[in-house]
């Protein structure tokens, strides 16, 4: 290793070696987004799980949660990929050019006609 001149010793930038970021801690920010961008998670249901593939500085991921039923569904998506997305860039320094979100199940929540007893 060689010093930068004048900098007291220091070793260049381009020098020190790289960091990378394990797939599975990036999974682990990942699913830690998607149930921080959930509206009202169910009490029973999962909490998210997120798989992940890393190829350079640029992360693909898939989400799979339950979500409350009823509820807008779509527009929960969008929320968790946009969440899943900023938190990746944000933490990990990654480009995340797509988040795929799959709903593994739907719980009926406090407001729907089963959860009242209404419809059996």
Do not use: F, N, W
């Not at 682990?28 to 009202?40: F, G, N, T, Y």
């Amino acid at each position: 290793m060689t010093g930068v001149p004048g900098a007291g010793g220091r070793v260049a930038a381009a020098e020190r070696g790289e960091t990378r970021i394990a797939d599975r801690v990036v999974a682990k920010i990942a699913a830690q987004a998607a149930k921080e961008a959930v509206d009202e998670p169910a009490k029973d249901a999962a909490s998210p799980r997120a798989t992940v593939t890393v190829h350079r500085d640029t992360a693909r991921v898939r989400v799979s949660l339950e979500l409350g039923y009823p509820s807008d569904l779509g527009r929960q998506c969008g929320a968790v990929r946009r969440r899943v997305a900023e938190r990746v860039e944000a933490l990990a320094g990654m480009e995340v050019p797509e988040v795929a979100v799959q709903v593994e199940r739907l719980h009926p929540t406090g407001g729907s006609l089963a959860a009242q007893g209404r419809i059996r």
